[in-house]
């Protein structure tokens, strides 16, 4: 999710971010662990992740150049795919009446090749006047 001084700060299990990964089909990495949590540069390697999720801040954003030049990241699937995906906070982690929505788009950057059943998908909570 971040690097603060160096050290990855991850979701592991019983947390918003596990939940999200769970709803859009992918696994996280994290399984060791319940909460958020700094990890050392040993664990880092040892989950081995495919894909490294962090959500947009308006400023401490985490960047690809970041992760990939991260001496633990550089050892992983990450740096040698270049899998990098960063959503806006709310957007991911909000579980309001996007989440489903959310949890689609992650989904096909998790997953590329469902792109073209996801553009037959228009979900209602993008097109839906609250106001009335």
Do not use: W
Request: glycine share 8%; charged share 15%.
């Amino acid at each position: 999710m971040s690097l603060l001084g160096g050290r990855a700060m991850v979701a592991g299990q019983k947390t918003a971010a596990n939940e999200i990964i769970t709803l859009s089909g992918g696994i996280n990495a994290i399984d060791g662990y319940d909460g958020y949590k700094m990890i050392n540069d040993e664990a880092i390697v040892a989950a081995k992740p495919d894909v490294v999720l962090s959500i947009q801040r308006s400023r401490d954003s985490l960047d690809t150049q970041s992760v990939y030049a991260h001496p633990a990241f550089a050892m992983t699937p990450v740096a040698a795919n270049k899998t990098f995906i960063s959503m806006e906070g709310l957007y991911l982690l909000g579980f309001g009446p996007r989440t489903a929505a959310a949890a689609r788009d992650l989904s096909i950057q998790l997953y590329p090749s469902l792109a073209p059943q996801a553009e037959k998908f228009s979900p209602a909570a993008f097109t839906a006047n609250c106001r009335q």
